[in-house]
């Protein structure tokens, strides 16, 4: 069994002002990164990112960025009790009709344990959670993580 997901979501906007959301830590950080962001998201930087419902902040390695196309990270799978590993996140932008923009998230690379199978759900509807929320923001200028987890 391979532990991967993809989760997708269309946002009301064109390609290159979603993709910015993403990269742009300051956008991110209004809908996401509830506990703030810090870097933007270039190929072969580190930045973190921090969330209220998680203590401290976590790096995130930016393996390949393609602009208004692709974004590919790695960070460190939250498998509780397992040996340090990273996993794989891809998010694809792909302009559709109406000006557009389908936003797809893959993640992958978990070890085929239960617990491994544990953290990619959890991580599975963080990132749906992700979509919704970046849809929210751009589409309505609503954070729907303001006040969520703390």
């Not at 040996?83 to 923009?101: C, D, K, L, N, P």
């Amino acid at each position: 069994m391979t532990l991967k997901f993809t989760v997708s979501g269309r946002i009301g906007k064109p390609v290159a002002e979603v993709f910015e959301a993403v990269v742009n830590p300051t956008e991110l950080s209004r809908y996401f990164t509830t506990g703030g962001a810090q870097g933007r998201l270039e190929t072969g930087t580190t930045v973190t990112w921090a969330f209220a419902d998680y203590p401290g902040s976590f790096p995130v390695e930016v393996a390949e960025i393609e602009r208004d196309r692709r974004i590919v990270l790695r960070w460190a799978a939250d498998e509780q009790g397992a040996s340090a590993y990273q996993t794989t996140v891809t998010m694809t932008f792909e302009a559709i009709e109406g000006g557009r923009t389908l936003v797809s998230i893959t993640e992958e690379g978990w070890r085929e344990t239960e617990a491994g199978q544990k953290a990619s759900y959890g991580n599975c509807g963080g990132w749906m959670q992700m979509i919704c929320a970046l849809k929210a923001y751009k589409d309505h200028g609503i954070n729907l993580r303001e006040g969520m987890f703390a």
